[in-house]
C-alpha cells in the first residue's frame, strides 16, 4: 500500500571539479513504494538570476519563469531517478544506477519557437547510499557526466530527511 509523510528536507548538489554547489530546505511529500523504494516531491523555491556591475553592485535581471520547479526523485539502495520539471524552460532527468552508465537528458525549450533543443550525456554512479529504516533519513549519490569520451565533472546529491 502507498503511503506518504510531509516531511523537511535538505538536498544538496555539489560538484567535486567545479565551483558549484546548491542547497534547497524546503518541505517535501515522501511516498513509500515497498521497503527499500521510495518516490520524494519537493516544490523547488523560485530562482531569481541576478547579474553584477564591474564593481560587483548588483543589478536587476531577468528572473526565471514564476512557475515553481518540481523534483521528483524514485530512489532506492540501487537506482535512482532524478527528475526536475516546471518554468517552462529548462527541464531534465537522470537515470542513475550503481557501477551502470545511464544517461542524463536536459531539455531547453524555446519561448520564441516550437523548437526544444535536447542534450543528452552519459552519466556513471559510483556509489548509492540509502539509510535509515523503515523510512530513508540519508540518500546519497555520487556519479561522473560523460559526453563521448570526455569527463563533464563528478557529483554529489545528497539528501537529508528529518522525521
Not at 538536498?11 to 534547497?24: G, R
Not at 523534483?71 to 550503481?98: I, K
Request: charged share 25%.
Amino acid at each position: 500500500m502507498l503511503t506518504h509523510y510531509r516531511r523537511p528536507v535538505c538536498l544538496s548538489f555539489i560538484s567535486t571539479d567545479f565551483p558549484i554547489c546548491t542547497e534547497i530546505e524546503t518541505v517535501a511529500t515522501l511516498y513509500q513504494k515497498d521497503d527499500e523504494r521510495f518516490h520524494l516531491l519537493l516544490t523547488e523555491p523560485i530562482v531569481r538570476d541576478r547579474d553584477f556591475d564591474i564593481e560587483g553592485q548588483e543589478i536587476p535581471a531577468m528572473p526565471y519563469g514564476e512557475t515553481p520547479r518540481l523534483l521528483w526523485l524514485e530512489f532506492s539502495p540501487y537506482r535512482v531517478t532524478l527528475t526536475m520539471q516546471g518554468n517552462g524552460q529548462f527541464s531534465y532527468r537522470h537515470l542513475l544506477e550503481r557501477g551502470v552508465y545511464g544517461f542524463s537528458r536536459y531539455c531547453l525549450h524555446s519561448n520564441t519557437s516550437s523548437q526544444n533543443h535536447q542534450l543528452c550525456l552519459r552519466n556513471y554512479a559510483r556509489n548509492l547510499v540509502l539509510e535509515g529504516k523503515p523510512l530513508p533519513d540519508f540518500f546519497r549519490v555520487e556519479y561522473e557526466l560523460w559526453a563521448d569520451r570526455v569527463a563533464m565533472g563528478r557529483y554529489v546529491i545528497n539528501l537529508e530527511i528529518h522525521h
